[in-house]
């Protein structure tokens, strides 16, 4: 079982930057792919970035490449995503997840592991 903790949510004005961190448990965090989804007020969950157990491959969701970026450090159990150039619309719940197995995936589904999420406000 792993359990997943977010942090670094917040509110920003459009433009600005931030950075969410996710902790997970257990001492075998580096066989797991993770990701980043989130969730805006009416709508469905969407996948924004993932990356493979290796920290080798990312995928990223067309709305947010190239302003996003998703790395992980093994040692200290944590994946992070970091958010530059946000915009209103980047505004919602961001959830961190993990699937058992190496390869990075971009469909919920495919994930085992959520946390609870972190609140991102981008104001305009």
């Known amino acids: 079982q792993v359990q997943l903790v977010e942090s670094g949510g917040g509110l920003v004005q459009a433009g600005g930057s931030l950075r969410l961190s996710c902790a997970a448990s257990?001492?075998?965090?580096?066989?797991?792919?993770m990701g980043w989804f989130r969730q805006a007020p009416g709508k469905e969950r969407e996948f924004v970035a993932a990356?493979?157990?290796?920290?080798?491959?990312?995928y990223y969701a067309d709305s947010v490449k190239g302003r996003f970026t998703i790395s992980r450090d093994n040692a200290k159990n944590t994946v992070y995503l970091q958010m530059n150039s946000l915009k209103p619309e980047d505004t919602a719940v961001y959830y961190c997840?993990?699937?058992?197995?190496?390869?990075?995936?971009?469909?919920?589904?495919?994930?085992?592991?959520w946390g609870q999420g972190t609140q991102v406000t981008v104001s305009s």
């Open positions: 990356i493979s157990g290796s920290g080798s491959t990312t």
């Open positions: 997840t993990g699937r058992r197995g190496l390869g990075a995936r971009t469909t919920r589904g495919e994930y085992d592991y």
């Open positions: 257990g001492r075998t965090f580096s066989i797991y792919a």
